[in-house]
C-alpha cells in the first residue's frame, strides 16, 4: 500500500539544542528531508529557530568529507 504523503511524517526530536522541539520529518525520494514544527508537542507547539527549520538541510552527504584527504588527494587513514 503507498502511503498519502500526509502519513510519511515521523515524529522525531531536534537534535540541535536542549530544548528538544518536536519536529516531524517526511523523507523525499532524493535522500533530502521535509521539516516541520510538531504542533502536539509541549516544548514548541509547532514552532522551530532557524537551525532547526534548517535541519532537513544537514542530512545529505553532499558537501562532506568522507574519507581522508591530504594535500588534495584522497589517502588510507592510517596515512592521514
Ligand atoms: S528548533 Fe531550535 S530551539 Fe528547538 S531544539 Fe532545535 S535548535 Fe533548539
Given amino acids: 500500500m503507498i502511503k498519502s504523503s500526509e502519513e510519511k511524517w515521523v515524529k522525531t526530536?531536534?537534535?540541535?539544542c536542549g530544548v528538544g522541539c518536536g519536529?516531524?520529518?517526511r523523507p523525499n525520494a532524493n535522500g533530502?528531508?521535509?521539516i516541520r514544527g510538531d504542533v502536539e508537542h509541549p516544548a514548541n507547539r509547532g514552532k522551530l529557530c532557524s537551525k532547526g527549520m534548517a535541519l532537513?538541510?544537514?542530512v545529505g552527504y553532499?558537501?562532506?568529507l568522507l574519507e581522508p584527504v591530504v594535500n588534495g588527494k584522497t589517502c588510507d587513514?592510517?596515512?592521514a
Avoid at 526530536?13 to 540541535?16: D, G, K, L, V, W
Fill in 56 to 58: 532537513g538541510e544537514t
Fill in 62 to 64: 553532499q558537501g562532506r
Fill in 32 to 34: 533530502t528531508l521535509d
Fill in 23 to 25: 519536529i516531524e520529518a
Fill in 77 to 79: 587513514w592510517p596515512s
Fill in 13 to 16: 526530536t531536534c537534535a540541535y
